[in-house]
């Protein structure tokens, strides 16, 4: 029995949400650690399209549990939207999803405040606006809501008419009419008897699942580069999206993770502001977005592209400690007469020895790129390695090297079937006799 991460190597969107669904029947519950409903993990299951924001991408396949970690930020009207819009599809949560009491809650003051901040300031980070980086500013400064307080009327009270008091002196900051508290305490009042079927002792639970050897998959939103210690600061999220995260944000020890699967598209996107060293300014950038859709799944916006970048990648590497990567959207590049990876940066001339720190140089680190020849057609939709072109193969055996890495699963399309396991990669981790590779 293996506990495994699957978590992003780059900016987000790698395709978290399919390889989660894909390998949730190898295991008994998925659960995700930090984050909020600025993730969007896109899933197709029978060509129908649904794009998960809270809730763990494990919830479309019955009788898994979902577990939402202490490290979450949870919007109780995102997760009751969510909860509806899985209805509607046929999929009843009740019964499957567990809320830490100690997660903490976004309220209507996150949301708009940081709207305000990103309309207003010179910094601006390119959020998602849904409150984020505040929620996670009141936990960490010790005036937060949690997810449990919902539970307790009068203290729930307290906290709100407090935090709504300083709230306030902000809003005026940015010429806004003050917040009343009694609608938020009424609002959140109602929340809390929709939400307390799901709140329950995550990590006590997870305890109990791991003594009784049921297996757990870490399901990460964000990327690496997005992590706010170790990504492009402050241009990244408020939560360790590295597998650091996992211990913290669920309550468990490290001994109960036993390997990091690193999603990885073939080449890089990122949306919102900040530096990427290999953003394609020319027809390029426009190719990638056009044939792999490259747009937001949480609020639409275009997604910036660019080459494949090793750098990046070995950093992401050492951060999570990844022996294994998971490559996606490698069809994206069928067709394509070159293709190019960064193989390392120079900043003022000098062959830098690793992904820099300092944005300031990481803003002018100028990427060196390897030009390997395209493969044709041929990976769209493919489900086993022997009908893969050989100049793919090749691409794939560049990018174990440069890395250091084995590629233990290629995924060829959006569908469940689009996807080729390599078992010898696997083996022993995730128990491949679970998993229906004929699925939709
Ligand atoms: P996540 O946030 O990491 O779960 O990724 P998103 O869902 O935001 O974005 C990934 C997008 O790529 C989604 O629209 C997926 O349906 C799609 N996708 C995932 N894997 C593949 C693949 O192998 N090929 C293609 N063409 N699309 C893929
Ligand atoms: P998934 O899980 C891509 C980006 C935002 C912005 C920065 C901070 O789908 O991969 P935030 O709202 O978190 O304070 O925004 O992080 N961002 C993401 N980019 N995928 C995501 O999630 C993202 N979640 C946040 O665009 O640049
Ligand atoms: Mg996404």
């Known amino acids: 029995m293996s506990n495994v991460a699957v978590i992003g190597m780059q900016w987000g969107d790698e395709g978290k949400g399919k390889i989660t669904d894909l390998l949730t029947p190898a295991f008994d519950i998925v659960a995700r650690y930090q984050g909020g409903h600025n993730a969007g993990h896109t899933i197709y299951v029978d060509g129908r399209k649904v794009i998960l924001h809270l809730i763990p991408s494990g919830v479309l396949h019955s009788g898994k549990l979902c577990l939402m970690g202490n490290g979450m930020v949870i919007n109780p009207e995102a997760f009751l939207q969510e909860k509806k819009a899985l209805e509607e599809i046929g999929i009843d949560i009740q019964d499957n999803i567990l809320i830490s009491p100690n997660a903490h809650l976004i309220l209507p003051y996150h949301t708009e405040i940081e709207s305000l901040r990103e309309e207003q300031s010179d910094l601006k980070i390119g959020t998602t606006c849904r409150g984020i980086g505040p929620a996670y500013v009141d936990k960490a400064d010790r005036l937060g809501i949690k997810v449990g307080d919902l539970l307790n009327p009068e203290l729930l009270r307290t906290k709100i008419e407090h935090n709504v008091r300083e709230k306030n002196v902000l809003l005026a900051h940015y010429g806004k009419e003050p917040l009343e508290a009694e609608p938020i305490v009424r609002q959140f009042s109602e929340y809390a008897e929709q939400l307390r079927p799901y709140i329950r002792d995550v990590s006590f639970f997870l305890d109990n699942a791991f003594r009784e050897g049921r297996p757990v998959l870490y399901e990460g939103a964000q990327g690496a580069l997005l ?214």
């Open 227 to 440: 992590d706010v210690d170790h990504g492009t600061y402050p241009f990244v999220t408020s939560s360790n999206s590295t597998a650091g995260g996992i211990c913290s944000g669920l309550g468990i020890g490290p001994d109960k993770l036993d390997a990091v699967l690193g999603v990885c598209k073939a080449y890089t996107t990122r949306v919102g502001e900040g530096p990427f060293p290999t953003e394609a300014f020319d027809q390029w950038g426009e190719y990638l977005r056009d044939h792999g859709q490259e747009y937001g799944s949480t609020t639409g916006r275009p997604r910036r592209c660019g080459w494949l970048d090793a750098v990046q990648l070995a950093y992401a590497c050492r951060l999570n400690g990844v022996k294994r990567i998971i490559l996606t959207k490698p069809d994206v590049l069928d067709g394509l007469e070159e293709i190019k990876v960064c193989v390392d940066y120079t900043y003022k001339g000098e062959t830098l020895p690793s992904f820099p720190m300092e944005s300031w140089v990481l803003e002018k680190a100028e990427p060196r790129y390897r030009t390997v020849k395209g493969w044709g057609t041929g990976v769209a939709g493919q489900s086993a390695w022997d009908d893969l072109p050989q100049g793919f193969r090749d691409y794939v055996k560049l990018i174990e090297d440069l890395l250091e890495v084995k590629v233990a699963i290629i995924s060829t399309g959006v569908g469940r079937r689009d996807t080729i396991l390599m078992e010898d990669h696997l083996r022993g981790l995730v128990d491949l006799s679970r998993l229906d590779p004929a699925a939709a």
